[in-house]
């Protein structure tokens, strides 16, 4: 059972648009919320990471919401640059522990110049 | 680029072998975990390792194995190969304290296929 669902699988924006991608989890114990960067033959790379005391966490282009009581959270790329093409993987983690993941199954984008 | 690295970057394994993969972690953290990534999927926990001992297991056959040595450094062992077991291996180092951690970096991975 996947404790952590993404969606879309894939997603093509044009450049200077709006990218978003959304994951449900089902555990009321995770407690901290990473979205990954993944680049082929790259390890995944920390993009931003938000905790449930907050709705919103806003760095620089990116912007994770969070609702807790829909157990949903989404990520939005502003501006979309071919540069941001990549995968993008959802996270979720309870306690302290930031290096015991469990994963969404990762977005695909494609952003058009 | 992360200080963490992982070797070797490819390997080509017959089903029944075993092998070793390799994880340097960055100076000054204390524990690894495990992830394996099959294609077009999200890493999938195996197991992590804290100051040497290991500390947590995800769903995964104890064929499956680790080490973390004194320097932090860890291996992930595999036995008795599986064609399954054909994925990108990635290993993310981090460190944790009694009441804070940092954000977990991850090597660029181990290529394994399994034939």
């Known amino acids: 059972q996947q404790q952590v669902k993404q969606s879309p699988q894939s997603l093509i924006v044009q450049k200077g648009g709006i990218s978003i991608i959304n994951c449900a989890y089902e555990n009321t114990a995770f407690d901290y919320f990473p979205w990954y960067q993944q680049f082929p033959g790259k390890g995944p790379a920390l993009l931003i990471a938000i905790r449930p005391d907050v709705s919103e966490k806003k760095e620089g282009r990116f912007t994770i919401s969070f609702n807790k009581s829909a157990k949903q959270f989404s990520l939005h790329i502003m501006d979309s640059q071919p540069g941001d093409s990549a995968t993008y993987f959802c996270a979720a983690s309870t306690g302290n522990n930031f290096n015991k993941f469990y994963f969404g199954s990762g977005t695909k984008l494609n952003v058009k110049p | 680029e992360t200080g963490v690295t992982q070797s070797p970057t490819h390997l080509i394994k017959t089903r029944g072998q075993q092998v070793t993969l390799r994880c340097s972690s960055q100076?000054?953290?204390?524990?690894v975990s495990w992830y394996q990534q099959a294609l077009g999927q999200g890493p999938q926990f195996i197991f992590q390792?804290?100051?040497?001992?290991?500390?947590g297991r995800g769903n995964f056959p104890p064929r499956f194995s680790g080490l973390q040595f004194p320097n932090y450094s860890s291996e992930l062992n595999v036995n008795a190969l599986e064609l399954d077991d054909s994925a990108l291996y990635l290993c993310?180092?981090?460190?944790?304290?009694?009441?804070?951690?940092?954000?977990?970096?991850f090597g660029q991975g181990t290529r394994l296929t399994v034939v």
């Open positions: 390792y804290y100051r040497e001992e290991e500390n």
């Open positions: 993310a180092s981090s460190f944790d304290g009694l009441s804070m951690g940092t954000e977990a970096f």
């Open positions: 100076s000054g953290h204390n524990t």
